[in-house]
């Protein structure tokens, strides 16, 4: 029979040894050349299947032993640069675990061997050995499949510079098999960007790109779910059931309106709160819920009346001039659109969505520029607006409306605050000018922080927006 060696840390063959072809099945034992750490053992097996003579019950417990070491303290921490220290230690163990489970996956998909005792797929094979939930079992069999196309993943992930959600969203593009083919052009660009940035804006790079790199199929799909669109409402009882589903040509403008309206209402609560001398989020007279519910009620109130706080334009859509192009041609000729993402620096380069980051199809974008009004914005190449076109005035209102054509969300780590304040990265007290590439959006929460001492600049790198704190250190995700 043959024999397999396998090393652990390579999920390919190391060679083969031949044996009788009456040998049961071979014993594994740790080879003698090979250090005997948890992630470093070496071992035979024949007829595909593993046993390793250091039992599991030990490397599990050596692993256990790491992790009581690193929270034996926690009652005594209050700190929350120790906690997060531990935090860390713990995310990157996370990240190891992971990558070394992605192995053993991509080794069992390679090999062909989940189809053992029946099973027909890699993630059913999986769910037969470990109770992981149907999304879960999906999830790593898609990542083990991308591990396979592109190794660099599971090394990033290994290493503790790629997070396993960023790593299984990148294995949902090798999955769509109408982009998979121009993935390796881009997917050393797109783990440099989810290394870098907050999760939120790496997903953003991620369907900006997706969208390009299939344009026709994004057109076409946009006009079925168009096409598809529904709205109703139904009294049940004592309840009555908003339903709605509508493309994000619709969409757009939608959400935009009800963020407005959204904010009006937290503005509202806030200044009764502020009044009545309290100062705590718990003070707030209405949950989140409670104000999402009663600024829909106002926009169908304001429609009633035929008003809105709204001032126009309401929308404001982003889209660099090749892809308006390539739009307006295929339009003219009725023809598909072509992939508008064929180089690494289109990630970067292009774009076709609202500024709170909404994808919009070409299409549709071309479409509703002939309808409604145009404005040039010229951008540097770190993004920051340079020229908003004719009427503006970079040292009044337009600023604040470059820094929003930029990025709309608060930018303290964690915050996803849509309507903001402009604030200075460099205080005006210190000389900082008012003008885009020296502003960030804050929400008003975050903005009263920075006057603690807290300070917000840009990555020269990365280009991501930090927030450092008053002594010097950054708030910076692992």
């Not at 050596?62 to 640069?81: E, P």
């Not at 029946?118 to 999304?135: F, M, Q, Y």
């Not at 607006?385 to 009044?396: A, C, H, Q, Y």
């Not at 008003?444 to 280009?463: I, S």
């Amino acid at each position: 029979m043959i024999v397999h060696m396998f090393v652990a840390d390579d999920i390919s063959p190391a060679h083969e040894v031949e044996t009788g072809t009456d040998s049961p099945v071979a014993d594994v034992v740790p080879s003698p050349t090979v250090s005997t750490s948890a992630r470093s053992y070496s071992w035979f097996t024949a007829s595909w299947r593993f046993e390793v003579a250091a039992t599991p019950a030990n490397a599990v417990g050596r692993v256990r032993d790491v992790l009581n070491h690193l929270t034996a303290d926690l009652a005594h921490l209050t700190r929350a640069s120790d906690l997060s220290a531990i935090l860390a230690q713990l995310e990157l163990i996370t990240r190891s675990v992971e990558a070394a489970t992605v192995k053993v996956l991509a080794r069992t998909e390679q090999a062909d061997a989940f189809r053992d005792d029946g099973h027909g797929t890699l993630t059913g094979w999986a769910r037969s050995i470990v109770k992981w939930s149907p999304s879960e079992a999906s999830a790593r069999s898609r990542t083990a499949s991308a591990a396979l196309a592109h190794p660099e993943l599971v090394r990033r992930l290994d290493a503790g510079t790629l997070g396993v959600a960023q790593v299984r969203r990148l294995a949902t593009l090798h999955a769509n098999r109408r982009v998979r083919d121009e993935l390796p052009i881009v997917v050393h660009t797109l783990a440099d960007i989810a290394g870098a940035l907050p999760y939120e804006d790496f997903n953003t790079a991620v369907l900006r790109w997706e969208q390009l790199a299939d344009a026709d199929g994004a057109h076409r799909h946009a006009d079925v779910v168009h096409d598809s669109r529904d709205a109703s409402v139904h009294p049940v009882g004592d309840t009555v059931y908003l339903d709605a589903h509508v493309g994000t040509a619709q969409g757009a403008l939608i959400h935009e309106v009800f963020e407005r309206y959204v904010e009006a209402e937290l503005r509202h609560d806030i200044e009764v709160r502020d009044a009545a001398g309290l100062t705590t989020v718990s003070d707030l007279r209405r949950t989140a819920a409670q104000r999402r519910a009663d600024a829909l009620h106002a926009i169908f109130c304001s429609a009633a009346v035929g008003s809105s706080p709204a001032p126009e334009p309401v929308v404001n859509i982003l889209i660099d001039a090749d892809t308006y192009e390539a739009a307006l041609v295929a339009m003219h000729n009725d023809e598909r659109l072509p992939s508008l993402a064929r180089r690494p620096d289109d990630i970067h380069r292009r774009r076709c969505e609202t500024t709170s980051g909404l994808m919009l199809d070409p299409i549709d974008v071309a479409t509703a520029s002939l309808l409604g009004h145009v404005r040039r914005v010229v951008v540097s190449a770190d993004g920051t607006v340079i020229d908003l076109g004719r009427k503006s005035r970079l040292f009044t209102g337009a600023a604040r409306e470059a820094v929003w054509l930029r990025r709309r969300r608060c930018v303290w780590p964690s915050c996803s605050r849509l309507h903001c304040e402009v604030d200075h990265r460099i205080p005006w007290s210190e000389g900082g000018r008012t003008s885009p590439d020296n502003g960030d959006p804050l929400c008003a929460k975050h903005n009263r922080w920075k006057t603690r001492g807290y300070r917000t600049h840009m990555n020269p790198r990365t280009k991501a927006i930090e927030v450092t704190r008053p002594d010097g250190s950054t708030i910076s995700p692992v």
